[in-house]
Nanobody, 124 residues
Framework: QVQLVESGGGLVQAGGSLRLSCAAS????????MGWFRQAPGKEREFVAA????????YYGDSVKGRFTISRDSAKNTVYLQMNSLKPEDTAVYYC?????????????????WGQGTQVTVSS
């Protein structure tokens, strides 16, 4: 089992920044991927970013490229999502997710464990 705890959400004005954190505990492995997804009311869960635990390769959704940065601190088993130049359309609940497989997926169905989510609200 893997437990994920997100933090760092909140209310910010358009153009502002926030940093989300996701602390992983339990049976983690360096051969896996951790990712961020988001879900706005009435919309499907959307891929935001992912990072390979070993090697640190990163992947981004088209809507956040150039504005968001995913990173990890292996010693703390923590993944971060730095969000800059935030827009009202970034408003959503952001979820941290963990994929046990050796490949990296952009699909929510591929991820095995999920955090409880943290609300990000961007005002115009």
């Amino acid at each position: 089992q893997v437990q994920l705890v997100e933090s760092g959400g909140g209310l910010v004005q358009a153009g502002g920044s926030l940093r989300l954190s996701c602390a992983a505990s339990g049976r983690t492995s360096s051969a896996n991927t951790m990712g961020w997804f988001r879900q706005a009311p009435g919309k499907e869960r959307e891929f935001v970013a992912a990072i390979r635990w070993s090697g640190g390769s990163t992947y981004y959704g088209d809507s956040v490229k150039g504005r968001f940065t995913i990173s990890r601190d292996s010693a703390k088993n923590t993944v971060y999502l730095q969000m800059n130049s935030l827009k009202p359309e970034d408003t959503a609940v952001y979820y941290c997710a963990y994929d046990r497989s050796i490949t990296t997926s952009y699909s929510a169905e591929a991820y095995d464990y999920w955090g409880q989510g943290t609300q990000v609200t961007v005002s115009s």
